[in-house]
């Protein structure tokens, strides 16, 4: 009989991936599997596919999803889903008498039952790993209550894990020092991005439809991707952008939609009477993002509070010139391939007038750093090779 090592994916919203930072990672660990030695058993949400609605098991890039009815009980529901989950591979995982199998839990959502559920995977003689994600507790779009039970439940989480794997080096420095009394097992192996360029052109219809409707040039804006929340600093980006002399646009990829950020930046700054600020909603098909990406001026990247940030990656491997805020986080990812802002009155306004200055070597030289970083660090390959080569030891 052949023995597989088997690996239970629990706390990413499943396979198919439609979207979200966990779900690709999950998407490409099992579409670009090269070890057949290990299954992958990955928990989806039944509302995340049509498959997972019809079907409670089935086969989808090699690994055994199983699917989990979950209640629509508001922010508690993540907390519902990745217990039941964990609960469910658990009894899988049993019935099917599975040696030293490894339970991989994304986030850390279910602190007050962590050292039950490692009990239960000790008692199978498997082992219980965490991927931490970023500091979900400093968000700014949660309630007191909500942060500090986010702060309890990472805590429960580290004691209970027998190796924590942080997508960012300085998330596992925060790890080990913020519990050292637990003295954790900790490693890291950062999230991937993919490298491709876009397969359109300036000439597509798809790309002329976009711009046009938009009213953007090519390389006649700057950029930025992401969820509209406070965390990522988009009061700065659009105040300094107001303040500085550039001509060019401002050209914010987000979901604005019956947002009461977005109503109350409008209120505080004003920035619906600057004709350069552009809110241009979301961008799903995927080859037309990358064109957007590769075809900005400069990209701002305002995130400060989690891991290794995918829109980050996938902006050092596409865009010419990336302008981060300067935390460690995103230092120990870019390193010398992108400028640093603050959020001090003036600074971002400064540097972007600076970039608009640049000639065309001094660019490239940060184009050049940027792309070697993620192709030495971040391409999905050697990202797969290390879950692999972890899953096995």
């Known amino acids: 009989m052949k023995l597989f090592q088997h690996v239970y994916i629990i706390g990413s919203k499943g396979i198919p991936a439609n ?25 989806s949400r039944s509302d995340n596919s049509e498959q997972a609605d019809k079907e409670k098991h089935f086969e989808y890039n090699g690994a055994d999803v199983f699917s989990i009815d979950v209640p629509n009980i508001g922010s508690a529901q993540a907390i519902a889903y990745d217990y039941k989950s964990l609960k469910e591979a658990i009894r899988i995982s049993k019935q099917n008498q599975d040696q030293h199998p490894i339970f991989y839990v994304l986030a850390n959502r279910i602190g007050p039952f962590a050292s039950r559920f490692s009990r239960e995977i000790h008692a199978l003689g498997g082992e219980f790993y965490l991927n931490p994600d970023g500091h979900e507790w400093a968000r700014a779009k949660w309630s007191k209550p909500v942060r500090q039970y986010w702060k309890y439940s990472e805590k429960k989480m580290v004691a209970a894990a027998d190796l924590i794997i942080a997508d960012n080096p300085e998330i ?11 003295q954790p097992e ?30 953007i040039i090519e390389n006649n804006y700057f950029l930025v991707v992401g969820r509209f929340v406070p965390e990522n600093n988009y009061e700065t980006m659009i105040r300094e952008f107001m303040i500085s002399k550039t001509k ?45 990406r590769e075809n900005a001026f400069a990209y701002f990247h305002g995130h400060e509070v989690g891991g290794t940030n995918p829109s980050l990656l996938e902006a050092l491997s596409m865009t010419r010139l990336n302008m981060l805020i ?68």
């Open 248 to 292: 060019k646009d401002f050209v914010l990829v987000t979901n604005v939609e019956k947002n009461k950020f977005y109503e109350q930046l409008k209120q505080r700054t004003y920035f619906d009477q600057d004709s350069r600020i552009k809110f241009v909603g979301t961008v799903y098909d995927q080859e037309l993002l990358k064109y957007i």
């Open 19 to 43: 979207y979200g930072g966990f779900e690709t990672f999950v998407e490409k660990l099992t579409s670009g599997q090269k070890n057949r030695q290990i299954k992958y058993h990955v928990a």
């Open 326 to 393: 300067d935390v460690p986080f995103n230092k120990a990812v870019a390193k010398e391939g992108a400028m640093y802002w603050t959020k001090s009155l003036g600074d971002l306004a400064t540097q972007i007038n600076r970039a608009e200055s640049y000639e065309k070597k001094r660019i490239g030289d940060y184009t050049k750093a940027a792309h070697k970083r993620v192709a030495d660090e971040f391409t999905w390959e050697s990202i797969i090779a290390k879950y692999e080569r972890l899953f096995l030891s």
């Open 186 to 215: 900790t490693t890291y192996i950062a999230y991937g991005t993919d490298i491709q360029k876009s397969k359109l052109s300036r000439k597509d219809k798809k790309v002329r439809d976009w711009f046009d409707r938009k009213g």
């Open 172 to 182: 596992e420095k925060y790890i080990k020092k913020e519990y050292v009394s637990f």
